[in-house]
């Protein structure tokens, strides 16, 4: 089977980015042929508010010359239409309620204009998936057919080696923008005990105001993109990852944790919820509560037994979110489609 993946993104510890990657892998190893085009590999303007819509473009033109596939894999709404023009059977997944997304990040106005564009761009797709049920629940009442395919990781592969810096060390990994909930880790930041370091993983457009925080607290480490390898030694090394996300799918960086024997305290937001339960798997609290998280984390960092329990119910639950799992997943639907 030929397919063609297309993603505004294909590197990184984001988790679309991640997505295709373990994909791609799953699909290569199983003697698939496969060809992306992301922005690593297209042109893209990377300014905020552009990137996405001259990948759009760019991949659109693309695509042109893209013949032969079986299988056009678009993943969420800047990749729909150059799907739409590309040759093959057509899936497209969603990561999440995307004009939800765009509303935290942009407002109403711009909401208001891809909900409009969100609705068409799905009637391209010969099938729609989905990565959590609060997007399968939302799109089902759109009136549309979706599938429910949760993200994955590949549990075998990931690093053993656990990298501790600090003796009280917590962790975020993640894409530093409004909807992983940057102000909220501000917030915990300035008020952090000083024997607590907090470690702050990724890049984005809100980076500029964590690195002028850690110009002020001294515990505070902005350490920018780090390569997966690394970027799994240190949540495996970490007493606790922190994730305050707005809006959320199934995150990548969740499941790594669980996986990781690493407690979590994250947002009841979107697929957080069906990953995780409230004080059995991980700690769960309302969005916009930093000093929530902050007594959470200075809580569980004192209840070495309650962190024990945690996160080995955590590993037990992460089990059925492999990719030899969930890559048969997709294979089925597009069998179906063949």
């Given at each position: 089977?030929?397919?063609?993946?297309?993603?505004?993104?294909?590197?990184?510890?984001?988790?679309?980015?991640?997505?295709?990657?373990?994909?791609?892998?799953?699909?290569?190893?199983?003697?698939?042929?496969?060809?992306?085009?992301?922005?690593?590999?297209?042109?893209?303007?990377?300014?905020?508010?552009?990137?996405?819509?001259?990948?759009?473009?760019s991949a659109f033109l693309k695509?042109?010359?893209?013949?032969?596939?079986?299988?056009?894999?678009?993943?969420?709404?800047?990749?729909?239409?150059?799907?739409?023009?590309?040759?093959?059977?057509?899936?497209?997944?969603?990561?999440?309620?995307?004009?939800?997304?765009?509303?935290?990040?942009?407002?109403?106005?711009?909401?208001?204009?891809?909900?409009?564009?969100?609705?068409?761009?799905?009637?391209?797709?010969?099938?729609?998936?989905?990565?959590?049920?609060?997007?399968?629940?939302?799109?089902?009442?759109?009136?549309?057919?979706?599938?429910?395919?949760?993200?994955?990781?590949?549990?075998?592969?990931?690093?053993?080696?656990?990298?501790?810096?600090?003796?009280?060390?917590?962790?975020?990994?993640?894409?530093?923008?409004?909807?992983?909930?940057?102000?909220?880790?501000?917030?915990?930041?300035?008020?952090?005990?000083?024997?607590?370091?907090?470690?702050?993983?990724?890049?984005?457009?809100?980076?500029?105001?964590?690195?002028?925080?850690?110009?002020?607290?001294?515990?505070?480490?902005?350490?920018?993109?780090?390569?997966?390898?690394?970027?799994?030694?240190?949540?495996?090394?970490?007493?606790?990852?922190?994730?305050?996300?707005?809006?959320?799918?199934?995150?990548?960086?969740?499941?790594?944790?669980?996986?990781?024997?690493?407690?979590?305290?994250?947002?009841?937001?979107?697929?957080?919820?069906?990953?995780?339960?409230?004080?059995?798997?991980?700690?769960?609290?309302?969005?916009?509560?930093?000093?929530?998280?902050?007594?959470?984390?200075?809580?569980?960092?004192?209840?070495?037994?309650k962190s024990i329990n945690l996160?080995?119910?955590?590993?037990?639950?992460?089990?059925?979110?492999?990719?030899?799992?969930?890559?048969?997943?997709?294979?089925?639907?597009?069998?179906?489609?063949?």
């Amino acid at each position: 089977m030929r397919v063609l993946i297309i993603s505004p993104t294909q590197t990184g510890i984001g988790g679309i980015a991640q997505h295709v990657q373990g994909l791609t892998n799953f699909l290569k190893i199983n003697n698939h042929d496969v060809d992306v085009i992301s922005s690593e590999n297209t042109f893209t303007l990377p300014m905020k508010g552009l990137k996405n819509p001259s990948f759009m473009i760019s991949a659109f033109l693309k695509t042109k010359f893209k013949k032969g596939h079986d299988i056009v894999h678009a993943h969420n709404l800047p990749s729909a239409l150059p799907m739409k023009h590309a040759s093959g059977k057509k899936i497209l997944t969603l990561h999440g309620v995307y004009s939800k997304q765009i509303d935290v990040l942009y407002g109403k106005t711009t909401s208001n204009i891809s909900t409009s564009y969100e609705k068409n761009a799905l009637t391209w797709a010969d099938a729609i998936t989905v990565v959590s049920k609060e997007s399968y629940d939302y799109y089902t009442k759109l009136g549309f057919k979706v599938s429910l395919v949760p993200n994955a990781i590949d549990i075998a592969l990931l690093p053993k080696k656990k990298e501790r810096l600090y003796d009280k060390q917590i962790i975020f990994a993640g894409r530093l923008s409004k909807e992983k909930g940057i102000s909220d880790l501000l917030e915990v930041s300035k008020n952090l005990p000083k024997d607590i370091h907090l470690l702050i993983l990724g890049s984005g457009p809100e980076e500029e105001k964590i690195r002028q925080v850690t110009k002020l607290y001294s515990n505070i480490h902005l350490m920018g993109h780090v390569e997966k390898e690394r970027t799994i030694s240190l949540i495996g090394g970490s007493d606790i990852l922190i994730q305050p996300s707005l809006v959320e799918g199934i995150s990548s960086t969740l499941l790594e944790a669980m996986a990781c024997k690493t407690p979590i305290i994250t947002t009841n937001v979107g697929g957080n919820n069906e990953l995780l339960e409230n004080n059995k798997s991980g700690i769960m609290i309302e969005p916009n509560s930093p000093q929530k998280i902050l007594e959470k984390l200075i809580e569980l960092l004192s209840d070495k037994q309650k962190s024990i329990n945690l996160s080995e119910e955590a590993f037990n639950k992460v089990q059925k979110y492999d990719w030899s799992h969930v890559g048969k997943l997709y294979l089925n639907i597009y069998e179906s489609l063949l």
